[in-house]
């Protein structure tokens, strides 16, 4: 079992910054691929970004590309989504996830066993 804890939301302008940070009590990231999806009321919850274990590769949604950053710490005990240039329409709350499901999940939820409990992101207009 895997215990995951997000951390880092909270209230933004526009066009502003924030980290988000996923840790695992008790273990390393070295044994997952370890994602972000956010939900908004109403609407299912989406793929934000992903890194794989297997070389670090990353992944993100098109929405997000260019302006997230997802990267993990040199001891695999931290996974960071560096969030910039904020927009309305990134408020929700963030889910970190972890699992160990092959290439083609990477943006699936069903690639994922593990999740923890959100964080939520607003930004203000």
């Known amino acids: 079992q895997v215990q995951l804890g997000e951390s880092g939301g909270g209230l933004v302008q526009t066009g502003g910054s924030l980290r988000l940070s996923c840790t695992a009590s008790?273990?390393?990231?070295?044994?997952?691929?370890v994602a972000w999806f956010r939900q908004t009321p109403g609407k299912e919850r989406e793929f934000v970004a992903a890194i794989r274990r297997s070389g670090g590769y990353t992944y993100y949604a098109d929405s997000v590309k260019g302006r997230f950053t997802i990267s993990g710490d040199r001891a695999k005990t931290t996974v960071f989504l560096q969030m910039a240039s904020l927009k309305p329409e990134d408020t929700a709350i963030y889910y970190c996830a972890a699992g160990q499901a092959v290439l083609s999940h990477t943006r699936l939820e069903s690639g994922y066993l593990y999740w923890g409990q959100g964080t939520g992101v607003t930004v203000s207009s």
């Open positions: 008790g273990r390393t990231f070295s044994s997952y691929n």
